[in-house]
């Protein structure tokens, strides 16, 4: 359905086969959430989930813009280290 939909979308054969380094929620999200929301140990799981949505609801669009305007540069080095790891 992509192929028909996005004919100009990214192949399976040419997407990175494993690029957590190419994705925001991998490299940087989760971290931020983390260290917001674990700061300190929860007794449940509501807890855990109610201190993640404020962890989230406190990221600003400034930290999520620069994310995002940083993915050209993040594809480039994925580029130049060949499909393998990088900062």
């Not at 917001?36 to 007794?43: D, E, I, S, Y």
């Not at 799981?45 to 930290?63: G, P």
Request: glycine content about 2%; overall charge negative.
């Amino acid at each position: 359905m992509l192929a028909e939909e996005c004919p100009d979308f990214i192949s399976r054969d040419a997407w990175p086969p494993n690029s957590p380094d190419l994705n925001p929620l991998d490299y940087l999200i989760w971290s931020i959430l983390e260290q917001k929301a674990c700061a300190k140990p929860h007794k449940t799981v509501e807890s855990l989930k109610r201190a993640l949505i404020k962890a989230w609801d406190e990221i600003s669009v400034e930290t999520l813009t620069k994310i995002v305007d940083d993915f050209p540069k993040r594809l480039k080095a994925c580029v130049e280290a060949e499909g393998g790891h990088f900062e």
